[in-house]
């Protein structure tokens, strides 16, 4: 009798066992494909998490639609054609800007929704925190405007990332101002201040412009790194003054980006160079504010891609047309480019695959090799590396220009497409102030 | 010695626009001693209404102030009676559990609605001041802070007034040392405690306003100003008005001070070894009566 208990424990928790493995799906063709999507909706990085989360609605719609005209992947057709025409479904979590939250939440949906992808969390941060859980259940992951380097350095199996990382796009920063002399640049810039926050994302561009400015042969002048959401930048700030870079590479957030220019305002603060990465240079928001003021004029940062080329393209054009259904009329920036543009490789890739089995996936994934002319993006393709990095995603250099818009600085080649020469120095505070009242 | 007396006028400047953000906080906690984690949502609805008066209406900041605070005054109040005065004979777990909720649903309500965009007030008289400074001896101080910290110290007066010189006031804080008490005299508690939520509420509605014309509007923008407005009203004592007002000062002069000379990452943690250092001294804070 006891044994015929312990049997049907055994049995019990078998049955568990396999209810809750990743694997367990009812067998026969598949009607569904369920990409989980990960992201913070509310807390810190709400801003970005919404643009994520309009991004992969769009790509839904161009999946799950026929656009016969739109030459991007799954563009013309309904569902997946590769799956008996399969639809996608979304299963969105808001993890707060949580990494414990979306810890809990990537199991919950990799265990109870059994989603087939995971896609997330859109901060390299908690993308770090959420990576191991994944690669323990064997779930295709990525995290395409996640530019940590350390994303993909860690040697997890299941990750991939479509965007270029941060050392490809700080490096790019590094070699226009390198190459800038030769193409009728300043030749004076000797001194930098590295002003940045303190999360990994920051943490990261911080060392690696250290170590690229060593090389380069700057002298670093000041290194200040400021706790995310301060409400005052005026110490700070004059620090910086008192350093007197002829650079300053700035990463922070849209929100700290707005203290510090009020604060660098008040000081008469500028630099002759203000290079920034991806934080409130990439964020539409802000850059849309910054019109009224001209506040960004001059600023340059890296981009993974030439934003003011890319949107002439018609695919562009009508990917944003969809975009903007989703974004309350917002245009496309650069986050929701690289967004759209991994999920629409994850999407080919599901549908080249015919299955949705991890191992299955994994390998069409490895055997990508995507052509610039399926991107609304100016990669130079999409084919990854052995720890699933796109070797082809470059960074490009971009400029706001007086225009209060982004134009294509670096490389020179498209520079010369874009056709914009590059404010030199960055203008001051009252040239702003009367550009911006005319 | 410039970068020490620049960071102290910086911090001052800074100080006391803490201040008009810490004196709602004031009330309601330091003085009636109801906790309200939603604090700093009050003061990012006061923002939005800065922002959105701003763009529907063209007003200025410093005229939308008038009908928000009134408008924020009965918010208040209608948080109190229907939310707060049922749970205030509770625990006081039960409190930080609701503010902790309604924290989440004004939060997360806004984002809804309007999203999670930054957003700027982008025309308004202090806006347009923005970089003017005044100098005195080699110290800059800019215009736009200097007018927030003039509301925010006009503002100080008239709650100091009201509360330690009135019958008014001193019906509040006999309310809040002893109820019973109060009531036996005539004192209406319950209405005690709805204008405290009431001025509370209204008092950090306008901090927000006058803040819309400094800092990006977003539905986050009030959670690093609570964390804070906590500190100060511990630091300067629960009950005291004045109490405040300096903590405020001190707290923006040690962050500022800090970030001058150490890694700017230790400028929040010297304001709370700040706190537990007076701590040590004046458990009640530095004017605290209670």
Known sequence: MRILRLAAVVVVLLFVAVQLSPGARAAGPVTEVLIGELLPLTGNFASLGQQYLWAGQTVEDIVNNDYPDLQVPLGPGKGFPGLGGAKMTLVVRDDQSRGDQARALAEQLITVNKVHWLNGEGTSGNTSIIQPLVDSYGIPMSCHACASPTLTEKGFKWFWRTGPNDSTMVASVFQFLKEWPAHGGPKDLKTIALFTCDNLFCQDNRKIAADLAEKGGYKIVADLTTKTGATTLASEVQRLQSANPDVLFLVQYPAETTVFQADAKRAGFMPKVIATSNGAYSDQTWLTAQKATSGAAGWLGRDPTAIDLASKKASWKKVNEIYKKYSRGQDMGELAMREITGMLWMADTINRAKSVEPAVLAKAAAETDMKPDQMIIDYKGIKFDANRQNVLATGVVTQIGWDDEKHTIWPWDLAAQSGFKPIFPSPSWQERETRSKK | ?290
């Open chain 2, 1 to 290: 010695m410039t970068l020490f007396l620049q960071a102290v006028a910086d911090g001052l400047q800074m100080g006391l626009l803490y201040a008009l953000v810490a004196v709602g906080l004031a009330i309601i906690w330091g003085l009636m001693e109801m906790i309200n984690f939603a604090h700093g949502e009050f003061m990012m609805l006061g923002m939005f209404g800065a922002w959105g008066l701003s763009v529907a209406l063209g007003w200025d900041p410093l005229v939308s102030m008038v009908p928000i605070a009134v408008l924020m005054y009965g918010g208040g109040v209608l948080v109190y009676r229907l939310l707060m005065r049922r749970v205030q004979r509770g625990e006081v777990f039960t409190q930080i559990f609701a503010t902790v909720g309604l924290f989440f649903f004004v939060q997360n309500g806004v984002v809804a609605l309007f999203t999670s965009d930054y957003r700027f007030v982008e025309k308004s008289l202090l806006t347009s001041l923005s970089g003017a400074n005044l100098t005195f001896g080699g110290l800059r101080v800019g215009i736009p802070l200097l007018v927030g910290g003039l509301i925010a110290l006009a503002l100080f007066l008239v709650l100091y007034l009201l509360i330690d010189r009135t019958d008014f006031g001193l019906a509040m804080q006999a309310t809040a040392e002893d109820r019973d008490a109060a009531m036996l005299v005539g004192i209406r508690p319950q209405r005690m405690y709805a204008v405290a939520w009431g001025l509370g509420t209204a008092l950090v509605a306008v901090a927000g306003v006058i803040l819309a014309n400094f800092f990006s509007v977003y539905p986050q923008a009030g959670l690093s100003f609570t964390v804070l407005a906590y500190a100060i009203v511990a630091l300067g004592g629960f009950g005291s008005i004045l109490g405040t007002l300096l903590a405020a000062l001190l707290v923006g002069v040690v962050q500022s001070v800090t970030a001058a000379y150490l890694p700017p990452a230790f400028k929040d943690a010297f304001v709370f070894a700040s706190y537990i250092l007076i701590g040590l001294f004046r458990p009640q804070g530095l004017f605290g009566r209670f």
